[in-house]
C-alpha cells in the first residue's frame, strides 16, 4: 500500500537557500511580445473608428461629433459633402474643448472649415493624436444632411500599452501566489504572510501612477484657459508632465517593510552580511544600503527608529545605467513613456524583491555566530571578498562600456567621414556615373577607418577588460567557496590573499571605473551628449544650407556649431579635471591607508 | 635534523595561508598535508613554521601514531583575524584600528 507523501511547509527562512536569484524570463519575454504584437492590434481593433459613406441630419442648432481616442499614433481620415439644408461648420478639438463646447462657454479649437451644400471636402492627418472630437455643427435655421465617411486608424496608443503592463503586473501577482503554493511555503508563518501586503501595496501604487499621467493631463487642460497659445497640444505636453512626475515619483516613494527591534545599525549590518553571503552586490554609504538587483536595478534600504522598534524602509533605484537610459528616453521625449514602464517595472520588482528576498533576511537577525573568534573572521573574509567582488565588478562593467562607447564613437565619426568624403568626391568628379564613385568613396572610406580604429581599439582595451573580467570571476568563486564553508584546493590561493591582492588591484579598478565617469555624474555626461549632439546637427544643417548654395543660413548654422563645439569642449574639460581630481584624492587616500596596513603588519610579523 | 636558517623579513602571503589552512581545520594537520595545503616548498615550509613556532602562532602535538601535527594556538588565531581584520576595514575605507 502506497503511503502518503508528507510535505513539510517551509517557513521564510527556507527562502534564503540558494544563489542569486533571476527574474522570470518568461514572464518577461510575453510581456514584450504582448507589448509587440498586442498594442498595435488593440490599437486598430479597439480604438479605431470607421464609419462607412452615410448621410446624416443634423437639426437646427445642434451638432453631431465623433470621437477618437488614439492617445499615441494614428491617423484620420474623413470626407463630407452637403447635400441639402444650410451650411455646417465642421469643428475639430481636444476632449477639454468639447466639454466647454458642449456646455456653452468659451472653446478652442484645432480646425475649423464648413461644408455648404453641394460643396465637399476631405481631410487627413497623421501623427500624435491625443483625444480628438469631429463636430458637425449646424447653427443655421433648417436641418443639414450631409454624407460623411470616416476612417480613423490608432496604430500605437498607450491605453493598450498601459493596460498590458497592469495585466503583466497582475499576472506577476498571481504567478507569485502560485510559486508560493508550489513551494509548500507555511502560510501561517508571519514573514510568509508579511510578503503579500507588501506586493499589494506595490501594485496599488503601480496602478495609481499608471493612471496618474492622465490625471495630470487632464487637470492641465481643464486648468488652461482656451486661448491659451499651445491649444490642443497642451494635453499632449501635459501627458508627458504627467509623465515625468509620475516617474520622479517612482524614484521618491519609500515603503514600509517592516518593524523590527534591532537597533538601526547592527540590523543594517547583518542585513547587508546576509545579502552579501547571498551574493548580491551591496554598496554601504551612511545609514543606507544599496542592493544591486541586476544591471539596470537597485533598491535602496533605510531605517527609520521608533520608540517600540525600527522601521525597515525600502526606495526604488536604478544602477547608474539604469539612470542612464532612463534619462536618455526622457530626453527623447517621445521615448518618455517607455521611460515610465521601466521605471513602474523598477518598482514593481523592487517590491517583490524586498518582499522575497530581504523580509527573510531580516528574519534571522542577529547573525547567530559559533562561540569564539572563527565566526567573525569568516564574516570579515566574507566582506572583504564581497566588496572585492563589487569593485572588480563595478570596474569590468565599466571598462566594458567604456570600450562599446568608444566603438559607436567610431562608428559615427566613420559615417560622417563617408558623408562628407562622399559629398566631396561628388563634387569634385565630373564624370557621368559620379554618383556611385562617390558612394563607393564614401562607403569604403568610413569602412576603413572604422576598421582600423576598431582593430587599434580592441588591441589596447580587450586584455584590460579580460583581466577585469577574471578578476569579478577569481572573486566571485572565492565568494562562492567562502559562503558554502568549502576550502580552496590545494594550488588555489587563500581567501586572505584573494583579498590581499585584490586590495593592491584596486587603484586599476577605480581608474577603469574612473574612465567610464559619465555614469557617476549624468549631469555633465548629458550636458556634453546634448551640446555635441547639437553640434553635430548644427554643422550638418550648415554643410547642407552651402550645399544648396544658401551661404548666410549655411554661415549661422556653423557659427552656431562652432559654439556648441566650444561649449562642449569647455564643459568635457571642467568634467574630466572633475573626475581627475576625484581619482587623485581617491588615490591619495587609498596609498595612506596602504602604508599604515603596511606598517601595522609589519610591526605584527615582528612581534611587537 | 638541520636546523632551518632563520628569517630577516617573513613574507606575509605565506604566513597568512599558512594561519588561514590551520584555522579552516578542526583537528591539528599533519605537517605534509599542511605543506602541500599551503602549496609552498618543503625548505620554506620548515622556515615559516619554525618561525610562527617561536612567536607562538602555531604549535607542534605528537600524536599517537608518532606524527608531529601542527595546530593554531589563540595567539595565532588572534593574529589571522587581525590581519583579515585590517584588510578589510582598509579596504571598506577606515584605517586600521
Given at each position: 500500500m502506497e503511503g502518503r507523501t508528507r510535505i513539510r511547509l517551509k517557513g521564510a527562512s527556507d527562502l534564503l537557500n540558494g544563489w542569486p536569484e533571476k527574474t522570470s524570463r518568461a514572464l518577461m519575454v510575453i510581456v514584450v511580445v504582448a507589448l509587440l504584437l498586442g498594442v498595435p492590434a488593440l490599437s486598430m481593433t479597439v480604438l479605431s473608428v470607421h464609419l462607412n459613406r452615410q448621410t446624416i441630419t443634423i437639426e437646427p442648432g445642434s451638432y453631431r461629433s465623433i470621437h477618437f481616442g488614439f492617445y499615441g499614433f494614428g491617423e484620420i481620415q474623413y470626407s463630407t459633402s452637403g447635400i441639402s439644408g444650410t451650411d455646417v461648420h465642421e469643428i475639430q478639438m481636444d476632449r477639454i474643448n468639447f466639454y466647454r463646447f458642449v456646455a456653452g462657454q468659451p472653446y478652442q479649437y484645432t480646425s475649423y472649415g464648413s461644408v455648404g451644400i453641394g460643396g465637399s471636402g476631405t481631410s487627413s492627418e497623421a501623427g500624435l493624436i491625443w483625444d480628438e472630437y469631429l463636430v458637425l455643427v449646424n447653427d443655421g435655421p433648417g436641418a443639414a444632411a450631409v454624407e460623411i465617411e470616416v476612417d480613423g486608424r490608432a496604430f500605437i496608443s498607450m491605453l493598450p500599452t498601459a493596460a498590458i503592463l497592469l495585466a503583466a503586473s497582475a499576472a506577476g501577482y498571481w504567478m507569485g501566489r502560485q510559486a508560493d503554493k508550489n513551494a509548500h511555503l507555511d502560510m501561517t508563518d508571519p514573514l510568509v504572510m508579511a510578503r503579500w501586503p507588501v506586493r499589494k501595496k506595490a501594485l496599488k501604487t503601480v496602478t495609481v501612477l499608471s493612471l496618474l499621467p492622465i490625471g495630470i493631463m487632464l487637470g492641465i487642460a481643464a486648468v488652461t484657459p482656451p486661448n491659451a497659445p499651445m491649444g490642443s497640444a497642451g494635453e499632449i505636453y501635459g501627458f508627458f508632465i504627467g509623465l515625468?512626475?509620475?516617474?520622479?515619483?517612482?524614484?521618491?516613494?519609500?515603503?514600509?517593510?517592516?518593524?523590527?527591534?534591532?537597533?538601526?545599525?547592527?540590523l543594517l549590518a547583518n542585513l547587508a552580511y546576509r545579502l552579501r553571503v547571498s551574493g548580491y552586490r551591496v554598496s554601504e554609504e551612511g545609514k543606507r544600503l544599496t542592493v544591486q538587483m541586476s544591471s539596470t536595478s537597485a533598491v535602496q534600504i533605510t531605517t527609520r527608529q521608533e520608540s517600540d522598534g525600527t522601521w525597515v524602509l525600502y526606495k526604488t533605484s536604478a544602477t547608474p545605467s539604469g539612470f542612464s537610459i532612463i534619462i536618455v528616453l526622457f530626453f527623447t521625449f517621445l521615448g518618455l513613456p517607455l521611460a515610465f514602464a521601466l521605471s513602474i517595472f523598477m518598482l514593481y520588482r523592487t517590491s517583490a524583491f524586498a518582499s522575497t528576498r530581504i523580509l527573510p533576511r531580516l528574519s534571522q537577525l542577529p547573525i547567530p555566530q559559533a562561540p569564539g573568534i572563527k565566526a567573525d573572521t569568516r564574516m570579515m573574509i566574507v566582506e572583504g571578498l564581497s566588496e572585492g567582488r563589487r569593485l572588480s565588478s563595478e570596474a569590468y562593467e565599466s571598462a566594458r562600456s567604456n570600450y562599446q562607447d568608444s566603438v559607436i564613437i567610431i562608428a559615427v565619426i566613420g559615417m560622417v567621414l563617408s558623408v562628407i568624403l562622399g559629398v566631396l568626391a561628388f563634387s569634385q568628379i565630373g564624370s557621368g556615373d559620379r554618383g556611385s564613385i562617390a558612394l563607393a568613396v564614401g562607403i569604403l572610406s568610413g569602412a576603413a577607418f572604422f576598421a582600423i580604429c576598431w582593430y587599434l581599439l580592441a588591441a589596447r582595451a580587450r586584455p584590460q577588460i579580460a583581466e577585469l573580467k577574471a578578476w569579478a570571476a577569481k572573486l566571485d568563486a572565492a565568494l562562492s567557496r567562502e559562503v558554502a564553508g568549502q576550502k580552496p584546493p590545494d594550488n588555489d590561493p587563500s581567501s586572505f590573499e584573494m583579498i590581499a591582492n585584490s586590495f593592491i588591484e584596486m587603484p586599476k579598478w577605480l581608474k577603469a571605473r574612473r574612465r567610464a565617469g559619465g555614469f557617476r555624474q549624468p549631469f555633465f555626461w548629458l550636458l556634453i551628449f546634448f551640446l555635441s549632439y547639437g553640434a553635430f546637427e548644427a554643422g550638418f544643417m550648415g554643410l547642407s544650407f552651402w550645399v544648396e548654395n544658401q551661404q548666410t543660413?549655411?554661415?549661422?548654422?556653423?557659427?552656431?556649431?562652432?559654439?556648441?563645439?566650444?561649449?562642449?569642449?569647455?564643459?568635457?574639460?571642467?568634467?574630466?579635471?572633475?573626475?581627475?581630481?576625484?581619482?587623485?584624492?581617491?588615490?591619495?587616500?587609498?596609498?595612506?591607508?596602504?602604508?599604515?596596513?603596511?606598517?601595522?603588519?609589519?610591526?605584527?610579523?615582528?612581534?611587537? | 635534523m638541520v636546523t632551518p636558517q632563520?628569517?630577516?623579513?617573513?613574507?606575509?602571503?605565506?604566513?597568512?595561508?599558512?594561519?588561514?589552512?590551520?584555522?579552516?581545520?578542526?583537528?591539528?594537520?599533519?605537517?605534509?598535508?599542511?605543506?602541500?595545503?599551503?602549496?609552498?616548498?618543503?625548505?620554506?615550509?620548515?622556515?615559516?613554521?619554525?618561525?610562527?613556532?617561536?612567536?607562538?602562532?602555531?604549535?607542534?602535538?605528537?600524536?599517537?601514531?608518532?606524527h608531529e601535527r601542527l595546530r593554531l594556538t589563540p595567539k595565532g588565531d588572534e593574529a589571522y583575524k587581525k590581519l583579515v581584520q585590517w584588510i578589510n576595514e582598509v579596504i571598506h575605507k577606515k584605517m586600521p584600528s
Open positions: 515625468f512626475v509620475s516617474i520622479l515619483i517612482c524614484f521618491r516613494l519609500r515603503f514600509k517593510l517592516t518593524k523590527d527591534q534591532a537597533a538601526p545599525a547592527p543660413l549655411g554661415a549661422v548654422a556653423i557659427t552656431i556649431c562652432a559654439v556648441l563645439a566650444l561649449l562642449t569642449a569647455f564643459f568635457y574639460r571642467i568634467w574630466k579635471r572633475r573626475l581627475d581630481q576625484e581619482l587623485e584624492n581617491t588615490l591619495s587616500e587609498w596609498n595612506e591607508r596602504y602604508k599604515v596596513l603596511n606598517s601595522e603588519i609589519e610591526r605584527l610579523l615582528a612581534g611587537e | 632563520p628569517m630577516d623579513r617573513p613574507d606575509l602571503y605565506i604566513v597568512a595561508r599558512i594561519l588561514e589552512r590551520l584555522w579552516r581545520e578542526e583537528q591539528p594537520m599533519l605537517k605534509t598535508r599542511l605543506q602541500t595545503a599551503s602549496n609552498i616548498n618543503y625548505d620554506v615550509f620548515r622556515r615559516y613554521t619554525s618561525w610562527m613556532i617561536d612567536k607562538g602562532l602555531i604549535a607542534v602535538e605528537t600524536s599517537n601514531d608518532g
